[in-house]
């Protein structure tokens, strides 16, 4: 009965501490969130090139660009989960005297105006999520008073944020304008770099974050598994110890049978009783590797095994509470493990030993989780332990 229960329980371990090794990698983290909504505001500058040949010349900075030394731009917008973003922006900037606007040499300071409103597109939905930077085009309408004109424009728009946070980053554009007026006046580019703040930021888990938390979905079930598993075991042997019991019952035992199964219990005691004296196994942190010390109390039980070729023998061992519960678990495996792998290399049969592991479930004093304890205290559930299962 012991043995089969023993398998039951040993293999509900070992699934038990596989799948628990494998949760740490499977946790949420904020890198498996994304940014899908918000409010933008930015604040920057512009400069604007309305040479005549802007599209010729895109870096002519010396005679096209045209900017103010302060704050010329803001904006403010919304931008939804399907990636499209709906902004209003107004700027203001000075055609300087000495600069080519229109392809003549500008005589004097002119203001610039600027108000236009348009509609982006996020590429990474496109693209997939690409961490900080965040590219986008876009179109749009406005109006221009520029030159002593005014005009009404078809935009087009290209540009990328950096994002340094869920709300602070910077901005980076270009904007193509074409005038609806084409007798009057040109087309012109204006370029723009801003700080950009986000708020009322709605998030969701990416695609590799729905990932993980189908596999989450996934190792929970497969949990239940292994604990419908467990209870199936413990019920079979709970139904295996009942029937034994009333074979037990209904058995009518002899005198002699008695008396000899009293002897050989006696026997059993006694055996124990001097594995009992020979001690325990104690480990150190963290550590399974037996010492020189070790190997020479188990070379005291393989010598009480040879001289008792009838008696099979359990290990048990046990952790500290030290650690996560799914580490010590697999730490007391280990341990278990190792001390049957060198009583087994001292010519003891494998089917006269067994063993089991505990973690931190059987501490022998108080310094379970949030206690604090002496090393030497934590020393003492390190340990590996001894019983006869049969004689």
């Known amino acids: 009965m012991n043995i089969s229960r023993l398998s039951y329980v040993a293999l509900a371990c ?16 904020k890198k498996d969130s ?34 103010v030394p302060y704050p010329s731009r803001i904006s403010i917008g919304r931008y939804f989960k399907n990636g499209v973003g709906l902004e209003a922006i107004g700027t203001y900037n000075k055609y300087k005297e000495g600069k080519i606007v229109d392809n003549v040499v500008n005589p004097e300071d002119v203001d610039y105006f600027g108000l236009d409103f348009r509609v982006s597109y ?3 939905k496109i693209l997939g999520e690409t961490g900080f930077f965040d590219p986008y085009i876009g179109i749009g309408a406005g109006y221009t008073d520029a030159n002593n004109q005014g005009r009404g ?14 709300h602070w980053g910077l901005d980076f554009n ?7 007026n ?23 888990l990416s695609r590799k974050g729905k990932e993980k938390l189908a596999m989450l979905k996934e190792l929970e079930e497969e949990q239940q598994r292994v604990q419908d598993s467990i209870a199936k075991a413990e019920e079979e042997a709970r139904l295996l110890a009942e029937r034994l019991q009333r074979e037990k019952e209904a058995a009518e035992l002899a005198a002699a049978e008695k008396a000899k199964k009293d002897a050989e219990d006696a026997r059993r005691a006694a055996l124990q009783n001097k594995i009992n004296n020979l001690g325990n196994v104690y480990f150190k942190l963290n550590s399974s590797y037996l010492t020189s010390k070790d190997k020479e109390l188990l070379d005291k039980l393989v010598a009480i095994m040879q001289d008792e070729p009838n008696i099979t023998v359990k290990i048990t061992a046990h952790t500290d509470s030290r650690g996560t519960k799914p580490y010590n678990q697999w730490l007391s495996e280990r341990r278990a493990e190792r001390t049957v792998e060198y009583v087994v290399s001292r010519g003891i ?17 108080d310094c379970e989780d949030g206690v604090r304890c002496t090393e030497e205290q934590h020393s003492k559930n390190r340990r590996s332990e001894f ?5």
């Open 14 to 29: 070992i699934l038990t501490t596989s799948t628990f090794s494998q949760e740490p990698e499977l946790e949420l983290t």
């Open 34 to 67: 994304i940014v899908n909504s918000y409010w933008l505001v930015t604040l920057g500058t512009n400069f604007v090139d309305d040479s005549g040949d802007e599209f010729g010349e895109l870096f002519d900075f010396s005679e096209g660009w045209n900017a």
């Open 182 to 204: 084409t007798e009057n006046s040109t087309n012109h580019i204006q370029h723009a770099v801003g700080v950009a703040y986000r708020f009322e930021v709605e998030k969701e």
């Open 387 to 391: 019983e006869i299962v049969e004689y």
């Open 174 to 180: 270009s904007t193509g304008k074409w005038t609806m």
């Open 153 to 166: 424009t078809y935009n087009a728009i290209i540009g990328f944020r950096t994002w340094f946070s869920d």
């Open 122 to 124: 996020d590429l990474n």
């Open 349 to 365: 049969s494998t089917n006269r030993i067994s063993h089991g592991a505990f973690g931190e479930t059987q501490l022998v004093n």
